[in-house]
């Protein structure tokens, strides 16, 4: 799979949103994409990708060290954006 830099951005930008409204001692966040084959409860969409495409990339930036967080069966557990993350979203 070849990583979608829009794709990215549109995901980091998304969980810092996450990130910001977490509450205090709070770590993982539960973040699953919409999925048209299954029953997803709180599942977000983003336009022109499917759920297994920003599930992929959910994976990939965890894997690369975009952001902290742990795979899931369908979506991932997420922490926090990493300085590398931080650095991706806010590049011009």
Known sequence: MQR?????????SHLQGIEASKQLGDTLVLVQPHHEAMDVPGGFKIDGYTGPQIDDHLRLMIAERLIVGQTEGWGIHFDRLTPAGLTLLNKP
Do not use: K, P
Request: net charge negative.
């Open 4 to 12: 979608d830099e829009n794709l990215v951005r549109t995901l980091l």
